[in-house]
Nanobody, 124 residues
């Protein structure tokens, strides 16, 4: 079993930065792909970023490329999402997720384990 707990959300002005963290328990973490997703009010959950177990492969949604960076620390069982130049329409709940397959995948259905989410609010 894998458990995920996100932290680091909060209120930030447009153009500002936040760093989200996800603490992961469970042995599967070290061979799993980790992803970040977000869900804006009234919208469907969407892919943000993913990173393979080694950190060697990453993928990002086009809308965040060049501004967001996903990273992981396998020794500490954590995955992070550094978000820069945030925009108001990026307000929402951000979720950490685990895909035991180890492949870089962008679909919700591929991720077996999810955190409870952390709220990010970007004010204009």
């Amino acid at each position: 079993q894998v458990q995920l707990v996100e932290s680091g959300g909060g209120l930030v002005q447009a153009g500002g930065s936040l760093k989200l963290s996800c603490a992961v328990s469970g042995r599967a973490f070290r061979t799993s792909t980790m992803g970040w997703f977000r869900q804006a009010p009234g919208k469907e959950r969407e892919f943000v970023a993913a990173i393979t177990w080694s950190g060697g492969n990453t993928d990002y949604a086009d809308s965040v490329k060049g501004r967001f960076t996903i990273s992981r620390d396998n020794a500490a069982n954590t995955v992070s999402l550094q978000m820069n130049r945030l925009k108001p329409d990026e307000t929402g709940v951000y979720y950490c997720a685990c895909d035991p397959s180890g492949w870089v995948r962008i679909y919700i259905r591929d991720y077996a384990y999810w955190g409870q989410g952390t709220q990010v609010t970007v004010s204009s």
